[in-house]
């Protein structure tokens, strides 16, 4: 299990606090590094969607993007892409 950083663990919260909910691709980009970041699946064992599950093949597809990046990184890169949402949508 990878260790959260206290930085990523508030990049969470603040991004629950938005009142203005971003476009899918920022959703969709939030939800791949945050995926990669807490390291809980791995992405090899990650079920792959079915043919007609559109939300979670784009899901799949958004991780899949960051599947070579380290943990670290992409908690880094997920405060840094909520931070601007947050500042763009608060």
Same mark, same amino acid.
């Given at each position: 299990?990878?260790?959260?950083?206290?930085e990523?663990?508030?990049? $969470?919260?603040?991004?629950r /606090?938005m009142?203005? $909910? #971003?476009?899918? &691709? &920022?959703?969709?980009?939030?939800?791949?590094?945050?995926? $990669?970041?807490?390291g809980?699946t791995?992405?090899? &064992?990650?079920p /792959?969607?079915?043919?007609?599950d559109? /939300?979670g093949k %784009?899901?799949?597809?958004?991780?899949e993007?960051?599947?070579?990046?380290k #943990?670290?990184? %992409? $908690? /880094?890169?997920?405060?840094t892409?909520?931070?601007g949402l947050?500042a763009?949508?608060?």
């Open positions: 299990m990878v260790v959260q950083s206290a990523f663990k508030k990049a $969470q919260e603040d991004s /606090k009142t203005t $909910q #971003p476009p899918n &691709d &920022d959703l969709l980009e939030m939800y791949g590094l945050f995926k $990669q970041g807490t809980e791995k992405f090899a &064992d990650a /792959k969607p079915g043919m007609f559109i /939300k %784009a899901k799949y597809n958004a991780w993007k960051v599947k070579d990046m #943990p670290e990184e %992409a $908690q /880094k890169k997920y405060v892409v909520v931070k947050v763009k949508y608060k």
